[in-house]
């Protein structure tokens, strides 16, 4: 466990006064997906890298976004995405997943091996506690909906395999046992499913489902190209993922799809890349990642039968 009372108070401070800035509103740019949907520019700077991994607080408010430049710094700051205020997390550099309560942050460490191990950092004490480390290479973890198990994927049996670690004993328990890459593993709202992503070739990766009560493991996609980086809808019943399936460029688009696998819809349509996809708190937007210029962080508002809101853009906004 690691303690760093030298920032946290800062950290709170900053929090607490980005949250009481009540009438200052941020009018995200906007523009046009060749799909026609319309989209926000959340979190985009020119010659920085800025990325994210399912990481909006509970109450949707703030948004965890890692970034780097150019290979030579790197940070990880939480955006009010009311007022455009960030707050700098001290020590993390990569996308982090905010805890159910919304007081703690999973991300990555480098070790001192060179791989990684995955880390809680506490927003109010500037506690940093290391989960289940292992000389192998460990990340993409995310919560139960009490947050009292960890999932995640690591190579500590040889292959990327999917894992759940308790915070209130410490224990264990291996989920797949597959040969080849397994990874971005999520709850379902209810605990009942993990959802995560299985590489079968070299460019085909599918969607998969464990049932938690007995373990066994139903497949939602089987098409040769790659479908990844899936995430539910806050009421379980859709599941939104990647996938290049009707992209000429090989790169990913952000796809909807019924969470048994039926009725896939395509929400991007972009030459460019597009992936990590996640539904906001109140199922009101999908965010995503894309190497569109500028590259960056985005979000699509969608209505009440989850088509994209469309329209014409007017001077960049809103």
């Given amino acids: 466990m690691l303690f760093i009372s030298q920032y946290h108070t800062a950290v709170i401070v900053a929090l607490l006064t980005a949250s009481c800035v009540q009438d200052q509103k941020i009018s995200y740019e906007t523009s046009l997906d060749p799909g026609g949907c319309l989209v926000e520019h959340v979190a985009v700077e020119p010659g920085v ?29 939480l955006l009010d995405l009311t007022t455009g205020a960030r707050t700098d997390i001290p020590m993390l550099n990569n996308g982090a997943v905010f805890s159910p309560d919304g007081n703690k942050l999973l991300n990555i460490l480098p070790a001192e091996n060179g791989k990684t191990d995955i880390v809680e950092y506490d927003l109010i004490t500037g506690e940093m506690t290391f989960i289940a480390p292992h000389e192998e290479w460990e990340w993409l973890a995310s919560y139960s909906s009490d947050g009292e198990l960890i ?27 597959f040969d080849g890459y397994e990874a971005h593993a999520q709850f379902s709202s209810n605990d009942s499913k993990i959802l995560f992503h299985r590489q079968e070739d070299r460019d085909d990766f599918n969607l998969f489902v464990i049932e938690t009560e007995t373990g066994d493991i139903a497949q939602l996609t ?4 790659e479908e990844s980086y899936a995430s539910w809808s806050p009421d379980g019943n859709v599941i939104v993922f990647a996938s290049d399936r009707n992209q000429d460029s090989g ?23 597009d992936s990590y996809p996640f539904f906001s708190p109140d199922g009101k937007y999908v965010y995503f990642h894309s190497y569109r210029e500028p590259p960056g962080l985005y979000r699509i508002e969608l209505d009440n ?14």
Avoid at 256 to 272: C, F, H, P, Q, V
Wanted: hydrophobic residues 30%; proline residues 1%; aromatic residues 10%.
């Fill in 49 to 77: 890298n800025q990325f994210h991994y399912d990481g909006l607080s509970p109450d949707g408010d703030k948004l965890a976004v890692g970034w780097d430049r150019e290979g030579e710094e790197s940070g990880l700051y």
């Fill in 151 to 177: 999932l995640f994927n690591s190579y500590r049996t040889g292959a990327s395999d999917i894992y759940t670690y308790r915070k209130s004993d410490g224990a264990l328990k291996q989920w797949t046992e």
């Fill in 305 to 318: 039968t989850l088509a994209c809101v469309k329209g014409a853009v007017e001077q960049g906004r809103r």
């Fill in 222 to 225: 089987d098409d040769a190209t």
């Fill in 251 to 273: 790169e990913t688009d952000i796809y909807l799809m019924k969470s048994n696998g039926d009725d896939i819809r395509r929400l991007t349509d972009n030459a460019a890349k």
